[in-house]
């Protein structure tokens, strides 16, 4: 299942319930103000057990690369638990991840 987070507005709890249901044919994308979660819940996103991305616009758009260039620079720092990704990469997932929930 593709779960994609659009909201930064989710209390670590909220968030902890839906990180308890990912398995490992899951996959998780960030959007819109979601690429915000992993800052304001660093604890979550480190034990975080499925494959989680960024839109690389919506970085940018938000000038987190400035804020956390370890973030953006995933492809050079293995240890990121968020990998940043394009729009069409984004369109590849959509079609390897299904059902999809928007949340």
């Known amino acids: 299942?593709?779960?994609t987070f659009a909201k930064a507005d989710y209390?670590?709890?909220?968030?902890?319930?839906y990180f308890a249901h990912f398995t490992e044919q899951d996959c998780l994308v960030l959007w819109?103000?979601?690429v915000l979660l992993?800052?304001?819940?660093?604890?979550l996103f480190a034990q975080?057990?499925?494959p989680c991305?960024?839109?690389e616009n919506d970085i940018y758009a938000r000038n987190l690369q400035?804020?956390?260039p370890h973030f953006v620079?995933?492809?050079e720092n293995n240890e990121s638990k968020v990998r940043l990704i394009s729009l069409q990469d984004f369109v590849a997932l959509t079609e390897r991840y299904f059902p999809q929930v928007g949340l």
């Open 48 to 50: 975080l057990s499925v």
């Open 38 to 43: 992993p800052f304001k819940h660093q604890e």
């Open 66 to 68: 400035q804020i956390a």
């Open 53 to 55: 991305y960024a839109l």
């Open 32 to 34: 819109q103000d979601g």
């Open 11 to 17: 209390d670590s709890q909220t968030l902890a319930r």
């Open 1 to 3: 299942m593709l779960y």
């Open 73 to 75: 620079n995933s492809y």
